[in-house]
Nanobody, 125 residues
Framework: VQLQASGGGLVQAGDSLLLSCAAS????????MGWFRQAPGKEREFVAAIKSRGGETAYEEAVKGRFTISRDNARNTVYLQMNSLKPEDTAVYYC???????????????????WGQGTLVTVSS
């Protein structure tokens, strides 16, 4: 599976952005998908994840109520709708894929098999 993230940019605090991650291959619907982010000087951290059929999602506490992960299996794409952005959301955002995702591991960085190249989100105050 190859992943291509897009949609990042420079926005002001309070604005919204929609990130997309397009996947290649015919097995996208078999993979759970996650979004992670890495701010300068920090480790990559979990943001959100969604299971293969979209029935279960998980969010990092700091983004709950502001970010929404969704997927369109017909388009081989996963999305991250980010609302009410804050300066602390500034980071490179990565999408990742894991075949046969289990609930207990959705937030684990080392659990995912495939990673996209990242898209930069910068939120100014």
């Amino acid at each position: 599976v190859q992943l291509q993230a897009s949609g990042g940019g420079l926005v002001q605090a309070g604005d919204s952005l929609l990130l997309s991650c397009a996947a290649s291959g015919r097995t996208f619907s078999d993979h759970g998908m996650g979004w992670f982010r890495q701010a300068p000087g920090k480790e990559r951290e979990f943001v959100a994840a969604i299971k293969s059929r979209g029935g279960e999602t998980a969010y990092e506490e700091a983004v709950k109520g502001r970010f929404t992960i969704s997927r369109d299996n017909a388009r081989n794409t996963v999305y991250l709708q980010m609302n009410s952005l804050k300066p602390e959301d500034t980071a490179v955002y990565y999408c990742a894929a894991k075949r046969g995702m289990i609930s207990s591991a959705m937030s684990r960085r080392d659990y995912y098999d495939y990673w996209g190249q990242g898209t930069l989100v910068t939120v100014s105050s």
